[in-house]
DNA sequence: TTGTAGGCGTTATCAC
DNA sequence: GTGATAACGCCTACAA
């Protein structure tokens, strides 16, 4: 294989700039012109300049030219987590879209500390990224001061909140969970258990809590704190807290996880405790993951538009950056609930129920 | 909220290095060596700048650093998608290997396609990337020399590519496939279906589908091209083939699937069809998910190091880039195969059998 | 349509 | 330990 000789790049001297234009016969701001503004320039002397360009294997330089232009077309995306997460899913929409139009993603994770978004955004900022896209909308009071004093132009993502730092894309989950609680309630649910993951620092889940709490308030049910356990997005944790749901409560009559994966796990151990779905324990996930309705029995669950917000997301920061005015700064792309076998009361009698779908905006739309 | 006004970013003057230094009462070059180098500056001068810099609230410009050191710090990645996809798990350790030596990841999605990738590799050089990561060994003639030629570190993630472009980091998915066939075979079964994933452009299946048919000439199992079937890394996908596939062979033992979701999803549509598992038909996973053990029945699968491969990739890789040599270019992280209740000779007759496992380096080593 | 001058904000280099 | 100077490679602004 061919040795790379020099890994830090010195001493191989790349054509520039002006070696194009020299070959062309041209001067070097021609080139320029060429390469980004091709209309305004000759004809023939678009050709010199593109056989110079091929000749010499021109590869312009963007560092330099975002540094003259103040443009990087890079917008730093802060991203908890790529695994198991619907997050990776915004993020493919927005990604497609930005490509689109030229920019490029630069990625960090922050692992759901509020801390290391700040450190990220700082060095984003100092990357002079066009703009930004954060995950939910939780960050610290540094962070928002940081963006807004800087004035680059934000975009949060999956929720709703009501002092966005600029521009937001999102959803209610409190409508989301509110309607879920809701429907198990009117199927006569009366102790309806809820399986979130971790709170803290994590607004999605807040709202989803208290989504479901103000309709455990409002239809009277079961508000037995024991009712409700906070773990990871992981199958193997929703397996156990089954387990110890099932000790405490074994009268439970409902589960609504925050997760579809996190249903999935407690249905699964379900399956394997010998209680029946939906016939013993009604089981609710949440996010409309491909798995949920292909499980037995297919999971009820809430389809968020995942990708969708993140085109949404994408198209909304685009136009921010390029100055046009925005009509709503905080758009709701809406949720739908999907009810399928996991929580269907015939289903305890004859399986293989098919789903009905209907939609929903959240309250307040 | 508070408005932003200029979101091109113009028209707002930030503070520079120069702002610093006079506030500092020191020349620019000092508060630039305070900030890279605290330790070539004298304590009382350190602190100055300190607090010149909070002061001011200055964020040091990376571009004018990166175009004035020849040091972009940043990697480019180039992920065929992040969804339903072990690359995503790939990435996250790679990625947390160079934000804690202060490297960022430029982000670009391939979708599988290689004319993509090799635009995106020519944007990544554009601006200067110090390294790039690919995922897998299937790239075009010109991405291998642009890199070649550019001398950029670069490393090929998932594969034992035979010539690297620089280096790589993977694990043979030639003799997992081999094993995990070769397993079923030695539990007596002779027509064993694959199901992987489309192998247009994409090695890793084709060196999977390489290893089974290995595995069947070997063992002299059922060669009926017809066993063999291609689809989408998708749970409806792999039922729709299921049915399929007993259709034209209903006397088919055992499936191998190269992704634990088509596995998943060919085990519920079995349990739909009433086809027990295993004892009807016995199937095996490739990745090592989280949900393939907590699958009823928990599922056979090859565990491949997801994390480990991410890591060691960026360590290499940053290693490359500060110039220390390389022991070994194709670092085999090895796989390991998991057998569960999907493909136990027993667990026909009592089920919850708890998996065993053992671990194998691939073929050749 | 094309070219000239100057600067973007930092760091490498060398002198003090 | 500190500072002056000259790039880094391109693009904005203006002129021809």
Redesign the pocket.
Known sequence: MAKISDPAGRGI?????????RLA????????????FP????A???EKITAAVAAIG????????S?????TMTIGAVIPTLRNSIAADFAEGFSRVLRARGYHLLLGNSEFVPGDEEAIVVEFLARRVDGIYLTGATHTERTRKFLRDNAVPTVEIASLPEDPIDIAVGFSNFGAAYAVTKMLAEQGHQSIALFSTFTKDNERQVERQAGYRAAVREFGLDDDPSLIAELEMDLKAAAQQLRLLLARRPDVEALFCTGDFIAAGALFEAQRLGVSVPRDLAIAGFEGLEIAENLNPSLTTVRIPRYEIGIKAGEMLLDRIAGRSIETPVVDMGFEIIERESTSREAANRPAVAGTTFRRRSPGE
């Open positions: 001297k790349r054509a520039g700039i002006r070696d194009v234009a016969g041209v001067a070097p701001m021609t080139v320029s012109r060429a390469l980004s209309d305004l320039v000759s023939e002397t678009r021109y590869i312009p330089n963007r560092v330099a030219s540094l003259s232009s103040n443009h």
